[in-house]
């Protein structure tokens, strides 16, 4: 597929070590806006130096900086970063990590996903260093949601997705613009999950290809455990 416009969206707090190799990669592929969620680290001087670097013509792409004085978490970073991309006039989106858990130069692929899905979930099926808890976690999350999506109550496997939870997506300008427009329920990880099931009961299409997914430093925790499954609970009350 020949890309149109194209950007890649980051949410990042914390992320001083890996922040520059994540950013500059990615903007050897297509524009980026980052969302600075409330980091009190380096990162922020970081992205300021990037910034610069991309006015000197040191990039071949442009950067977005948003900026969050709070921490607000996955779903607003992403959010905003959308809304930008939808305000001006982006066709592509491709939400990915800022802790090179997503391989930047996995880029391409996404681009050349065929044009007909709206969403285009790359599955972590190549996994390192991913604790079994966590393996654990997905799987019973995609259970949950391809459930919650499927039409009948009687049809436990719905459409039949590997990865509900991956955040290393492609989105089309349709599904962008429905998550920028909704009032997100979803506050942590449960964000991917709520975004998937928005495109795909709007009847947008939904594929997913590999990737090669490295487990790095995570906030997952008990609470956003909690969050995530009272969230599985919100999708399957409102199915059908």
């Known amino acids: 597929m020949q890309m149109q416009k194209a950007l890649v969206v980051i949410p990042a707090h914390n992320e001083e070590e890996t922040i520059y190799e994540v950013v500059t990669r990615a903007l050897q592929h297509a524009d980026v806006s980052i969302t600075d969620d409330g980091s009190r680290d380096r990162t922020p001087e970081i992205l300021r130096e990037i910034a610069a670097e991309v006015e000197a013509g040191k990039h071949k792409h442009r950067l977005h900086i948003i900026t969050h004085e709070i921490a607000t978490h996955i779903p607003r970073g992403l959010q905003d970063g959308l809304r930008y991309g939808v305000s001006q006039d982006y066709d592509w989106f491709v939400t990915m990590d800022a802790g090179l858990s997503h391989d930047p130069d996995a880029l391409p692929e996404f681009f050349?996903?065929?044009?007909?899905?709206?969403?285009?979930?790359?599955?972590?099926?190549?996994?390192?260093?991913?604790p079994f808890y966590r393996r654990i976690v997905s799987w019973c999350a995609a259970r949950v949601v391809n459930y919650a999506l499927a039409k009948s109550y009687l049809n436990l496997w719905g459409p039949g997705l590997n990865d509900c939870t991956s955040g290393f997506?492609?989105?089309?300008?349709?599904?962008?613009?429905?998550?920028?427009?909704?009032?997100?329920v979803s506050r942590a990880f449960d964000f991917h999950m709520e975004a998937l099931a928005l495109c795909y009961r709007s009847g947008l299409e939904v594929t997913e290809m590999p990737i090669h997914y490295v487990f790095s430093n995570s906030s997952f925790n008990s609470k956003v455990l909690r969050q995530g499954m009272r969230f599985g609970l919100h999708l399957i009350a409102t199915k059908g």
């Open 112 to 130: 050349k996903a065929d044009p007909k899905y709206g969403v285009v979930i790359g599955s972590r099926n190549k996994p390192e260093n991913v």
């Open 169 to 184: 997506r492609r989105y089309s300008r349709a599904g962008a613009e429905l998550i920028a427009q909704h009032t997100l």
